[in-house]
């Protein structure tokens, strides 16, 4: 997944290695990103939200992440924690109870206009403490998500999803998309540099706003041409095909489905039972 | 919508070469062209979520990141291709692979509902949806369908909550984003369009 960075910055990005968790089919961890999303919307007690977070901590563990992207998974951890401390401590209701203490006012409900409008914004430290525990259902998906990417390389993902009979046209558009990710980018530095160069462009939005018509109308360029290259390949006549990569489940896939089931049978109990 | 490709045809000289096919159904040209505009929207959806952060700090994020850019995109990859179904093939493209790679997996169902709705009003207005009038009916439909399902489905599921009071004045603000989006996506398909056939 070198293929999906930006600038310099790398983003989550497949990582090789050796460990079980590499060695699982990518359809496994599909599986568990699945899981772990719905379980993630449903889950409503902190306390299992917790274990939900450290359970999808353990495959990560294990693939052993390197220093680079440790760091990058702890910078969106903070992001996260920031973002939804902050916001909660600012938009938090509870819907029963009594109102939490307030530590202090952006808006009191006595200013003229938006006072009213709003009925007052406060920071309080209950929807601080509510907007934190919620930062943990967003980091168990973001885990889960990170598990897959980084252990699994695109063609492999792409394999699984064609296991999981997605139409061939459709996997065609996926794999096609992910191709041309690197060329946008590319595509996006040589324009971006052009306009720098005549001066245009020292704002970033308008680099932004210069770059999208000429970034769009060079990639559709290159479409028509890479069309007719497929066309000449017979693209589309064979209805059975044959594929380089294939996927298969192993033992290690029947282990992490027997401990995917039991876990998300547990915390689904746990969280019926109150 | 069918996801049958075009059949091989010979192509003799440059008049002949119809590009974008007029069939109801996608072309192989069609299908490259909404893999490209697929690979622009991962690129804006993954700025997008590392920016997400900051996003919910800064007020003006969600509109800047979830509806301006990701719109511009997704109607100048509709009002290219101009066949129903496009606007869902590119959703579902860039949401399976930009959203769950920056972890954010629940940005699925905002994308893909936004396809659909785009997808539907070129289905229900037909030809006149290339045009500024019928673009902006479509365009509002995408900017209170995306606040909406940010706000309840998308945030709700995280269990992050917010007031009517924030939801309330966030839909006339994400139409200032949505409608000059769709607008400069028209323009940018219009473009590529003669790009195609020249």
Same mark, same amino acid.
């Given at each position: 997944?070198?293929?999906?960075?930006?600038?310099?910055?790398?983003?989550?990005?497949?990582?090789?290695?050796?460990?079980?968790?590499?060695?699982?089919? /990518?359809?496994?961890?599909?599986?568990?990103?699945?899981?772990? $999303?719905?379980?993630? #919307?449903?889950?409503?007690?902190? !306390?299992?939200?917790?274990?939900?977070?450290? =359970?999808?901590?353990? /495959?990560?563990?294990?693939?052993?992440?390197?220093?680079?992207?440790?760091?990058?998974?702890?910078?969106?951890?903070?992001?996260?924690?920031?973002?939804? $401390?902050?916001?909660?401590?600012?938009?938090?209701?509870?819907? $029963?109870?009594?109102?939490?203490?307030?530590?202090?006012?952006?808006?009191? /409900?006595?200013?003229?206009?938006?006072? *009213?409008?709003?009925?007052?914004?406060?920071?309080?430290?209950?929807? @601080?403490?509510?907007?934190?525990?919620?930062?943990?259902?967003?980091?168990?998906?973001?885990?889960?998500?990170?598990?897959?990417?980084?252990?699994?390389?695109?063609?492999?993902?792409?394999?699984?999803?064609?296991?999981?009979?997605?139409?061939?046209?459709?996997?065609?558009?996926?794999?096609?998309?992910?191709?041309?990710?690197?060329?946008?980018?590319?595509?996006?530095?040589?324009?971006?540099? @052009?306009?720098? #160069?005549?001066?245009? *462009?020292?704002?970033?939005?308008?680099?932004?706003?210069?770059?999208?018509?000429? =970034?769009?109308?060079?990639?559709?360029?290159?479409?028509?041409?890479?069309?007719?290259?497929?066309?000449?390949?017979?693209?589309?006549?064979?209805? !059975?095909?044959?594929?380089?990569?294939?996927?298969?489940?192993?033992?290690?896939?029947?282990?992490?489905?027997?401990?995917?089931?039991?876990?998300?049978?547990?915390?689904?109990?746990?969280?019926? *039972?109150? | 919508?069918?996801?049958?490709?075009?059949?091989?045809?010979?192509?003799?000289?440059?008049?002949?070469?119809?590009?974008?096919?007029?069939?109801?159904?996608?072309?192989?040209?069609?299908?490259?062209?909404?893999?490209?505009?697929?690979?622009?929207?991962?690129?804006?959806?993954?700025?997008?979520?590392?920016?997400?952060?900051?996003?919910?700090?800064?007020?003006?994020?969600?509109?800047?990141?979830?509806?301006?850019?990701?719109?511009?995109?997704?109607?100048?990859?509709?009002?290219?291709?101009?066949?129903?179904?496009?606007?869902?093939?590119?959703?579902?493209?860039?949401?399976?692979?930009?959203?769950?790679?920056?972890?954010?997996?629940?940005?699925?169902?905002?994308?893909?509902?936004?396809?659909?709705?785009?997808?539907?009003?070129?289905?229900?207005?037909?030809?006149?949806?290339?045009?500024? &009038?019928?673009?902006?009916?479509?365009?509002?439909?995408?900017?209170?369908?995306?606040?909406?399902?940010?706000?309840?489905?998308?945030?709700?599921?995280?269990?992050?909550?917010?007031?009517? &009071?924030?939801?309330?004045?966030?839909?006339?603000?994400?139409?200032?984003?949505?409608?000059?989006?769709?607008?400069?996506?028209?323009?940018?398909?219009?473009?590529?369009?003669?790009?195609?056939?020249?």
């Amino acid at each position: 997944m070198r293929l999906l960075r930006l600038g310099d910055d790398p983003i989550f990005q497949f990582v090789d290695g050796d460990t079980a968790v590499h060695r699982l089919d /990518p359809r496994t961890k599909i599986l568990w990103l699945g899981i772990v $999303t719905v379980l993630a #919307v449903f889950i409503h007690r902190p !306390d299992l939200l917790l274990t939900l977070f450290f =359970l999808t901590l353990v /495959p990560l563990a294990i693939s052993r992440v390197p220093m680079y992207q440790l760091r990058l998974i702890l910078f969106f951890y903070a992001f996260i924690f920031i973002g939804t $401390t902050i916001s909660q401590g600012f938009f938090y209701q509870p819907l $029963t109870g009594p109102p939490p203490d307030v530590l202090f006012w952006i808006i009191s /409900p006595d200013m003229p206009f938006l006072g *009213a409008f709003t009925g007052g914004v406060s920071f309080t430290l209950q929807g @601080a403490l509510y907007g934190f525990i919620q930062g943990f259902r967003i980091l168990s998906m973001l885990n889960a998500s990170v598990t897959l990417v980084m252990t699994t390389p695109v063609n492999r993902i792409m394999a699984g999803l064609r296991e999981l009979r997605l139409p061939f046209t459709f996997m065609f558009m996926l794999t096609t998309a992910v191709r041309f990710v690197p060329t946008i980018i590319e595509e996006y530095r040589t324009i971006a540099n @052009a306009l720098k #160069v005549r001066g245009v *462009a020292k704002n970033p939005l308008r680099l932004v706003q210069y770059s999208m018509s000429p =970034l769009i109308l060079n990639s559709v360029r290159r479409c028509s041409q890479l069309a007719l290259a497929a066309e000449s390949r017979a693209f589309g006549s064979l209805a !059975d095909r044959t594929y380089y990569t294939s996927v298969k489940f192993g033992t290690g896939d029947r282990v992490s489905w027997i401990c995917i089931g039991i876990s998300s049978v547990l915390l689904v109990w746990l969280s019926l *039972a109150g | 919508m069918s996801l049958r490709t075009d059949p091989i045809t010979t192509r003799s000289s440059q008049e002949n070469r119809i590009i974008i096919s007029p069939k109801p159904y996608f072309s192989t040209t069609d299908i490259i062209v909404i893999s490209m505009f697929g690979a622009l929207g991962i690129v804006i959806g993954i700025l997008g979520n590392v920016l997400h952060g900051v996003s919910g700090l800064l007020f003006i994020g969600p509109f800047l990141l979830h509806t301006l850019l990701p719109g511009i995109v997704v109607f100048a990859c509709a009002a290219t291709v101009r066949k129903a179904g496009t606007a869902t093939m590119y959703s579902l493209i860039v949401s399976l692979i930009a959203m769950p790679l920056m972890g954010a997996p629940l940005f699925i169902v905002m994308y893909v509902a936004q396809g659909l709705l785009i997808d539907g009003f070129t289905l229900a207005i037909k030809d006149r949806m290339w045009s500024r &009038w019928g673009i902006i009916p479509a365009a509002t439909v995408y900017g209170i369908a995306g606040i909406l399902i940010l706000y309840y489905v998308v945030l709700g599921a995280s269990g992050l909550v917010f007031p009517e &009071w924030v939801v309330i004045p966030s839909i006339p603000l994400n139409l200032v984003f949505a409608i000059p989006a769709a607008l400069v996506g028209l323009k940018i398909g219009q473009r590529a369009i003669t790009t195609l056939g020249g």
